[in-house]
Each structure stands twice: as C-alpha cells, then as structure tokens.
C-alpha cells in the first residue's frame, strides 16, 4: 500500500509565500516524475509543475514564481511558491508517478487573501 502526505497549505497575504513538501511511503520504489496539480472552485485540476529527471515544466501561470524541487529516491516532493496571488487560491494535490501507476495526496488547501 502506498500512501502520499502533503504539508504546508494554508492563508497567506497577497504577495507572501508557502512551500508546500510532499512524501510518499510504503510499497513504493524509485518514482518516474513527481508533480503539482491544483483544483480551484468550479475549475478543472490542473497541473501546476512536474518534474522527471532532467526535465521540469511549469504551468504558465506560476513560471518564475513557483519552484519545484525533489528527491526521486526518496519519494519527496517540494513546491516553493512565492510573489502569491489570490488567483492561486486552490487545493493543492501532489502526484507520484511509478511506472505504471499514479498516486495521489489527498490535497492541501492553499488561500490567498488579505
């Protein structure tokens, strides 16, 4: 059994920062790609940035504000998200990728709001 456990969401201002860490344990091994998506109100999930080895892509929307970093042998995953704004207002789900399957946190809610 695999389980997948986000930290870090919460309030913040406009223009603050979070990071956002994720891990996943159990019957897992070396991951393939590790990733964000979120999920606004009445949106579709969307991906936020992923990253495999030698290569990260960004959502559009967060290029040069948000940081994704990871550990592929350790399962972890981390998503340093600065300059918010209240657009990013989502619930935050990691996903863990071990070919063939795909995993997912329960999700974090992240606010933005003064």
């Known amino acids: 059994q695999v389980q997948v456990a986000e930290s870090g969401g919460g309030l913040v201002q406009p223009g603050g920062s979070l990071r956002l860490s994720c891990a996943a344990s159990g019957s897992i091994s070396r991951s393939t790609s590790m990733g964000w998506y979120r999920q606004a109100p009445g949106k579709q999930r969307e991906l936020v940035a992923m990253t495999s080895v030698g290569s990260t892509t960004y959502a559009d929307s967060v290029t040069g504000r948000f940081t994704i970093s990871s550990d592929n042998a350790k399962n972890t995953v981390d998503l340093q998200m600065n300059s918010l704004k209240p657009e990013d207002t989502a619930v935050y789900y990691c996903?863990?990728?071990?070919?063939?399957?795909?995993?997912w946190g329960q999700g974090t809610q992240v606010t933005v709001s003064s």
């Open positions: 996903n863990v990728n071990v070919y063939p399957r795909s995993y």
